[in-house]
């Protein structure tokens, strides 16, 4: 019976949220923003295609495996598997393939063009940590400019060598392959069929051998075809990759024709447990090489707080990682009982009943609805008191999220601040941004969203809607 209440108090929320009414009543301040801005509202394509890439449909499949050894797409450690697939399974197929001629060369001709491929959409990085894509105009000004990190300009020459064997095919490319079209999938899935087919009828293995082999294949094969890049779905291909390493480098025993295949052996050994043993260093120490403030650095693998709270280790009324100034405004929040809109941040699990007071939208995608229907500070402001909505929580860092080429989702944000600045229909409640604003002819710095100078960026804004 509760489900059922909670659940008819949010579909009549969101019906009078989002309900349209005439321009006749929002004719009122406009929002201060950018007139070329216009909301793109595709909140999954700025949340999950930020995994897969945004290249046209077939390169995007193409060079997904690159992407996510190298993280490419989505940058950080949750999605960091390493680089022992990429440098090690295709010398350990070369090797293995080695004693057909047949098979060896073009093995290896298809290896180099795939990488040439990959590289038409890699980065570099240079000496301040900015990354810069290869064939634009700041890639040319960067191999210029000095600013190349140590191993930058090997790099920039393997890329500058890729791009070489790239460039005319992606032309051919984009002739027949946009966003959308009508033959990647059909091909994507004949190719399974196919080498599954091989695996199954050529591969020389133990019928149990050939069993787990098939099943992985299938597994990963799906997965790269229907997963979206998002890499904990694909928990069982990382064993099942693992285990093709290991079962080529034990094989790596039986190529005695081969003279380099104990140096092979040794080499994919060594490289294998390396990561194994950096990967763990740097999940333990939790290093950021481009974070601002490093005086963290090291210390904080895991935010003790909050499981401390999950525990009951500690009460509401203790200081959270927000710092005193949220634990006020949180304070403000649990006092009533409206619904908080939450734009991100973590600040939620310090809510009082959060499981139904708390309506999120990390993308945006209900604000943008929004914005459609009710596009300046008054109206929008109203719809959200009409709504029940009495705070908004707002996460300061969300513009990171957004990878997509259209910016949408940094538009959609500079939305928001335009409708939270000035309105006095809001009142902020706590931040730990800080700025600099002038009073009086003198410099201040203030826990403010809005200033003349940020001075610290933070994490987080309360406003309530008043």
């Known amino acids: 019976m509760n489900v059922s209440v909670r659940l008819l108090r949010w579909i009549v929320v969101v019906l009078v949220v989002t309900t349209g009414v005439s321009r006749a009543v929002s004719q ?64 350990m197929f070369l ?38 894509a290869p064939g634009t105009t700041q890639w040319d000004v960067l191999s210029e400019s000095g600013r ?35 033959w990647t999938y059909p091909v994507l899935f004949v190719s399974f069929l196919v080498m599954l087919f091989w695996i199954v009828r050529q591969m020389p293995l133990q ?40 079962y080529a480098t034990g094989r790596l025993k039986t ?17 294998l447990t390396t990561w194994v043993v950096l990967a763990f260093v740097a999940r333990v120490s939790s290093v950021d090489l481009l974070a601002k403030d490093n ?36 304070d403000v929040i649990n006092a009533d009982n409206r619904t ?10 310090d809510i009082k009943n959060n499981h139904y007071r708390v309506f999120e939208d990390n993308g945006l995608a209900y604000f943008g609805e929004l914005l459609r229907n009710f596009p300046t500070q008054a109206s929008l402001t109203d719809r959200l008191k009409a709504g029940g909505v009495g705070y908004l929580l707002v996460d300061l860092n969300t513009p990171g999220m957004d990878k997509t080429p259209e910016q949408s989702l940094i538009k959609k944000y500079q939305y928001l601040l335009a409708v939270l600045k000035e309105n006095p229909g809001m009142r902020l409640l706590a931040t730990d941004r800080v700025v600099e604003t002038s009073r009086n002819g003198a410099i201040v710095q203030t826990n403010a969203v809005f200033g003349e100078k940020i001075v610290n960026f933070g994490n987080y804004a309360i406003y309530e809607v008043i």
């Open 28 to 91: 009122q301040s406009e929002v201060e923003t950018p007139a070329s801005i216009e909301v793109e509202n595709n909140a999954i394509r700025e949340e999950v295609q930020r995994y897969f890439g945004y290249e046209d449909l077939f390169p995007r499949y193409l060079t997904l495996p690159y992407d996510l050894n190298q993280n490419v797409n989505q940058k950080g450690k949750h999605v960091d598997f390493g680089f022992t697939f990429l440098a090690i399974l295709p010398l």
């Open 95 to 132: 090797a293995l393939a080695y004693r057909k001629k047949k098979v060896f060369y073009p093995l290896s001709a298809l290896f180099v063009v795939y990488l040439g491929l990959c590289f038409h959409y890699g980065h570099i990085v240079d000496s301040g940590y900015s990354t810069v």
């Open 148 to 182: 190349l990190s140590n191993v930058g300009p090997a790099v920039y020459a393997v890329q500058q060598t890729g791009m070489l064997i790239s460039t005319p095919i992606f032309r051919l490319m984009d002739s027949i392959s946009q966003q959308q079209d009508g």
């Open 207 to 246: 019928e149990s051998l050939r069993s787990f082999g098939v099943i992985g294949f299938s597994f990963s094969m799906l997965w790269l075809l229907i997963g979206g890049g998002i890499i904990w779905y694909a928990f069982f291909s990382l064993v099942f990759g693992f285990s093709i390493l290991g």
């Open 255 to 271: 190529l005695s024709n081969i003279r380099s295949a104990p140096v092979l052996r040794f080499l994919s050994i060594t490289a």
């Open 295 to 330: 005086r963290n650095q090291g210390t904080a693998m895991l935010d003790r707080t909050l499981y401390y709270y999950a525990a009951g280790l500690v009460t509401d009324k203790k200081e959270f990682s927000g710092g005193p100034n949220a634990r006020q405004a949180l």
């Open 340 to 349: 908080v809109y939450q734009v991100g941040t973590h600040l939620v699990y």
